[in-house]
């Protein structure tokens, strides 16, 4: 019932820049938050970035600057522009969505199935 399509991965040298894309389909479905997390090799998975509806963003300290969220509501597709990146950034970065059913059911969260990012130096 919800799927996603994520894209714009892949190797960047450090300074570099990539842009993220998540499209979810949700079919009659409403999305409240979307956003980005990430997950190094031996690291728990943290959140990089959140937008909600209504555009409101939040960012974890280590990329603000650097990073960029954004979203197209008429699309359900969430962005992530990355620039100036490092090596530490270096992660599978997973998008999500936060799902409600009905206009006054609860919310539910899904995954995407994560794009691999590696920045040399």
């Known amino acids: 019932q919800v799927q996603f399509v994520e894209s714009g991965g892949g190797l960047v040298q450090a300074g570099g820049s990539l842009r993220l894309s998540c499209a979810a389909s949700?079919?009659?479905?409403?999305?409240?938050?979307m956003g980005w997390y990430r997950q190094a090799p031996g690291k728990q998975r943290e959140l990089v970035a959140g937008?909600?509806?209504?555009?409101?963003?939040n960012y974890v300290d280590s990329v603000k600057g650097r990073f960029t969220i954004s979203r197209d509501n008429a699309k359900n597709i969430v962005y992530l522009q990355m620039n100036s990146l490092k090596p530490e950034d270096t992660a599978i970065y997973y998008c999500?969505?936060?799902?409600?059913?009905?206009?006054?059911?609860?919310?539910?969260?899904?995954w995407g199935q994560g794009t691999q990012v590696t920045v040399s130096s």
């Open positions: 999500n969505a936060d799902v409600q059913k009905t206009p006054t059911g609860p919310i539910f969260r899904y």
């Open positions: 949700v079919g009659t479905f409403s999305i409240d938050t």
């Open positions: 937008i909600s509806s209504r555009g409101s963003t």
